[in-house]
């Protein structure tokens, strides 16, 4: 017989560090460091809505805190702890063990332990929440209302893999076993950007990760900074796996593909060779994809499809130009994520 | 049109207080005071599981919050503020107003301002997780493990209304209006005991809040201290509203009923004064209903029968015993809760 108390012990309990009182009491307790304050992001995945429900478990466990830890990368926050809601139809043990491997594997890489939980049987579905906490010096976080006209826009590692994997184990495109290998560890397993996060402070003056699409997510930075942007679609890191899609298909998986975990930030132009040390240091590659413009550069000019980023925008909101590789700004670009697209 | 970021900014956006930063970035930031350190807790509750279907919207958005904040009540922790998650079968805008109104209205009693979050949509159940923060100055929480020999045992408010409002509810009892709206504001309205955990720091030894049954919950501070307790079921402070519950109902009800959300904690019984004192200033009622011993007092002259607490417990865990009106020990205890019971 085992409790649900004991399932806790087994596969969740891990020694926590000192001064961090783990799984166990009312609480978990974590000290901060002086002149720090504490950065902290949640995320709630679902069966079927997040993931397939056949999926590896050893890479669920590792993609619901990287989704969190790449939150932590985007405001150049250091990690603390975490603490983990699991929601599971059944009590079945193999699956836990897989789980909690890949969870605990990827925070004991970036230095995240799990301190606390809850447990619980679900009806149907397997719900998955993690929340986790970061520390950042006063002031020194990204954010996302820093960009400024003038500034280059970058994108860290590659783009589009993840969103053709998802596609392909979707039934939404033609089986294709190779392209599928070539691109699943992309969707199962992000690599959340938390050394570039930390080597950014003080040069980037923006930063989001790309969840939803780099067009919707740079959207909000746009929205937040009150400018806009102007990006260069062939300037755009397509991942290697991606060669020999047609054009739309590979233009959707760039430019709108979700999942991706890299970073999109703004940095002056004059700190580029500062950026690119960064990213040396980081062991990170960026790519320059484009810059930041005053607000609304050519408002009147431009046709309402090329507005994009955050769906909801009212009227006179910030304009986002994509260009192609012939200098001509692209009139319909792909949708962002909506997670209520029918409402 | 509405999107999920129209949703989030509609219902969950509030004016963050100055040092926050809210809804609408990575990730949520907050200072941390000097020499404190960071108390976190989160809870996943699930429809059907947790909550009835059918339960008022606003009423749910409260208690959301509340069993988090009694975890850090139980912490003796100052609450800073909190995360949610939400997993949305359907787009219900008077049912998301409804429970936007009922969390915010809990937390700004508490000083607990919704920091961030992430809201989804789900495919069947309706999932709502919650992350809170405290502060509480390093080495003043109040633990599971610090219960001595000699301490009483206190409970705060009244036990057993929330069970027996569950089981009518649930169909378990047979219909009895008016002992349902006697008891039913303890289920679906529980006030976390936040100032009482403040006013216990210095006097109490340890506490724990009442989820899943005095009995239960009390066995985790047994557990975690290495003590044992005798508790006085005469001296149990049973809502008045379950007088004339057959003696099996009443018994489980006040010694096993969950969802209680008040706090049993210990104390020297050279404080009681102090105990009464920290109750009267936090405007809660405490009751002194046992006492801790040395582990394992009487360990061969009880029956296993008499063991309760954790239901894992291996051989020579620590002893509870219950004693009834006559000074005689229960031979059967009500059972604590178990996510799953059939494991």
Redesign the interface.
């Known amino acids: 017989?085992?409790?649900?108390?004991?399932?806790i012990a087994r596969y969740f309990t891990r020694t926590a560090p000192t001064g961090l009182?783990g799984v166990?009491?009312?609480?978990?307790?974590?000290?901060?460091p002086?002149g720090e304050?504490?950065?902290?992001?949640?995320?709630?995945l679902?069966?079927?809505?997040?993931f397939f429900p056949d999926v590896d478990p050893k890479s669920l466990g590792h993609k619901a805190l990287a989704v969190n830890l790449?939150?932590?990368a985007?405001?150049g926050?250091r990690p603390i702890g975490c603490?983990?809601?699991?929601?599971l139809p059944r009590?079945d043990e193999p699956w836990l063990a897989a789980f909690a491997d890949g969870f605990h594997a990827l925070a004991a890489v970036h230095g995240c332990p799990l301190?606390?939980?809850?447990?619980?049987?679900?009806?149907?579905?397997l719900?998955i929440?993690v929340?986790v906490?970061?520390a950042?010096p006063?002031n020194a976080?990204l954010?996302?209302?820093g960009a400024r006209a003038g500034d280059d826009i970058w994108v860290s590692g590659e783009l589009g893999a993840a969103d053709v994997a998802y596609r392909l184990l979707d039934g939404q495109y033609p089986a294709d076993p190779e392209r599928l290998a070539a691109t699943r560890g992309a969707l199962e397993w992000p690599e959340p950007q938390v050394p570039l996060g930390l080597a950014l402070r003080g040069i980037a003056h923006a930063?989001?990760?790309i969840s939803d699409g780099l067009l919707q997510d740079l959207g909000h930075i746009l929205a937040?900074s009150r400018v806009g942007a102007v990006l260069h679609e062939d300037r755009m890191p397509a991942a290697a796996a991606l060669a020999g899609l047609p054009a739309q298909a590979l233009r959707r998986a760039v430019l709108g593909g979700g999942d991706v975990y890299q970073l999109c930030f703004t940095a002056p132009a004059g700190r580029r060779d500062a950026v690119l040390a960064a990213a040396r240091s980081a062991g990170a590659r960026v790519t320059r994809v484009g810059g930041i413009v005053a607000r609304e550069p050519a408002q009147d000019a431009m046709p309402a499809a090329t507005r994009a980023g955050?769906?909801?925008a009212p009227a006179g909101a910030p304009r986002l130009v994509v260009l192609d590789a012939t200098g001509q700004p692209l009139t319909q670009l792909p949708a962002g994520f909506?997670?209520?697209p029918g409402?």
Request: hydrophobic letters at 45%; charged letters at 20%.
């Open positions: 017989m085992a409790s649900e108390f004991d399932l009182l166990g009491d009312d609480c978990a307790l974590f000290p901060v002086p304050q504490v950065a902290t992001s949640t995320d709630l679902l069966e079927g809505r997040h790449s939150d932590l985007a405001m926050a603490v983990l809601g699991l929601a009590l301190i606390g939980g809850d447990t619980t049987r679900s009806a149907h579905d719900a929440s929340t906490f970061g950042v006063a976080a954010r996302r209302d930063a989001i990760d937040a955050d769906t909801s909506d997670h209520f409402a």
